[in-house]
Structures are given as structure tokens and as C-alpha cells.
């Protein structure tokens, strides 16, 4: 099987098609992404933006990196908080103060045993909560997390440290209950 | 999207909380469309005339996307 990188190059090349093979690897995956964080609604609106965006921007694919979901996964990132900013106040909200967190936590499970762990994930800074959930719920490696957040591996694992550490107790607790 | 981390089983209740429905009937190809239009405006842009296009590839951008209907080929 070809490469994420490979197809890229061959979009770019003049296979343009080349380029929904990429997308059909990736599609339930950003899917997901997106809807953990905007919602199911929002999520289907806004995947068509991010392989429009992507498609747009595939000449600039770093061919060192054979797979693609991280990329794409920063290009959702972008879309998302696009779809916030147009959400609020413009005069308020200055890029890097963008945290839809009351968003996100309306649509989390509220039962009891998970509110404790989103009253500690709502306490942890935007970096940190960023990196976190991007190892916990999109399942990629400090690495690849560094590739989506276009900041260096070390800070991310840094990051990461601090959130495990911060929440520990919360998880092991929820750990326990379920 | 492996590598290992030096706690890998704490994260499990975040995971939980994480969990999605899978996108419903038709979500996930009506993005895809947004795709192909974009693909296909590309290469009209690329050869207004279509000329090249259809001497490069033997198709316009109307064939490719049909071939939408037809994704293993």
C-alpha cells in the first residue's frame, strides 16, 4: 500500500484524485476528532472545510512524515477554531483565548462518576488540556501530537506530564469506579 | 500512531469519556463531495481548455467525479 506521503506527492504531481485516497484513510478518524470537540452536527458540517483546506494545502506536506492523520488533524484543529472565533464575540476574543471547554463539556458525559474528571480537565491549562486529549482520545504519540500542535516533542511531553500528574488522583478514582 | 509512553493505562477513563457515535449515513461522503468539487475545479483551472487534461488522463473533471460511484477501480 502506497504511502499517505506518496499519494500527496502524486496529487501534487497531477493526480489530483490521488488525494481522496488520503481522505478515505483518514475521513472516520478527523470524523471523530471533530465531533469530540464541536459535536456530531458540527463535525459533519465542518470535515468538508478540512479536506478542502488540506487539498489547498497538500504542496506544502513535509514528505518526511509517510502518515497523514496528524497533518490532517492540525488542519482540523485550524478549522475548529475558525468555527469558535465565528462563534463569538470578535471583539473579546483574541485568537490564542479561544477554549470552547462549556462547549465541550455540555455534550461529555455527565454522569457523576465522570463529572470530577471534567471539573479537572476544565482546570488544566488550554496547552496542557490540548496535548492531553490528544493522546487520549485520538490515541497519537507525543510525536505526532508535536505535529499537530507545530510545537517541539519535549514540550509536549512535558506538557503531558504536568496533565497526567494533575490528574492522576481523578483518574485513578475513575479508574476504581468503573 | 504508536509509541510508547511511560503510563499507557491511565488515560482509560479519559478515553471513555472521549467515545463518539460513529458519523451517520452519508456524512462522511457528503464532506467527500466538497472534496471532489475542489479536485475538479483544479483541474479545469489547471486546463481551461480541458485539452491537456483529456490527453494526459483521457478524462475532465465531470468523468472523474463520477468515478466516485465506482471507488475500486
Known amino acids: ?178 | 500512531m504508536t509509541e510508547n509512553i511511560a503510563e499507557p493505562d491511565d488515560l482509560g477513563p479519559l478515553r471513555a469519556l472521549g467515545q463518539v457515535e460513529p458519523p451517520g449515513p452519508g456524512v462522511l461522503e457528503a464532506a467527500r463531495e466538497a472534496l471532489w468539487s475542489a479536485v475538479a475545479a483544479e483541474m479545469l483551472s489547471a486546463d481551461p481548455g480541458g485539452r491537456t487534461s483529456r490527453a494526459r488522463t483521457g478524462e475532465v473533471p465531470g468523468d472523474v467525479r463520477r468515478r466516485r460511484a465506482d471507488p475500486g477501480r
Open chain 1, 1 to 178: 500500500m502506497e504511502t499517505d506521503s506518496a499519494l500527496i506527492e502524486q496529487s501534487v504531481q497531477g493526480r489530483a484524485d490521488a488525494f481522496v485516497e488520503v481522505v478515505q484513510r483518514h475521513e472516520a478518524a478527523v470524523h471523530g476528532f471533530l465531533a469530540r470537540r464541536a459535536g456530531q452536527q458540527a463535525a459533519g458540517d465542518l470535515l468538508g472545510e478540512v479536506w478542502v483546506r488540506a487539498f489547498a494545502a497538500r504542496g506544502g506536506y513535509d514528505p518526511a512524515h509517510p502518515g497523514a492523520r496528524p497533518w490532517l488533524y492540525g488542519i482540523a484543529r485550524n478549522v475548529l477554531r475558525a468555527y469558535w472565533r465565528s462563534r463569538q464575540d470578535t471583539n473579546a476574543a483574541a485568537e490564542e483565548a479561544v477554549d470552547p471547554w462549556d462547549d465541550v463539556i455540555d455534550r461529555l458525559d455527565s454522569a457523576a462518576q465522570a463529572r470530577e474528571l471534567i471539573s479537572a480537565l476544565q482546570a488544566l491549562p488550554v496547552p496542557e488540556r490540548d496535548v492531553l486529549l490528544l493522546v487520549a482520545w485520538e490515541q497519537l504519540s507525543p510525536a505526532e501530537a508535536a505535529a499537530v500542535l507545530g510545537i517541539p516533542p519535549g514540550t509536549v511531553r512535558s506538557r503531558l506530564h504536568r496533565a497526567r500528574a494533575a490528574l492522576r488522583p481523578v483518574l485513578a478514582a475513575a479508574s476504581r469506579e468503573t
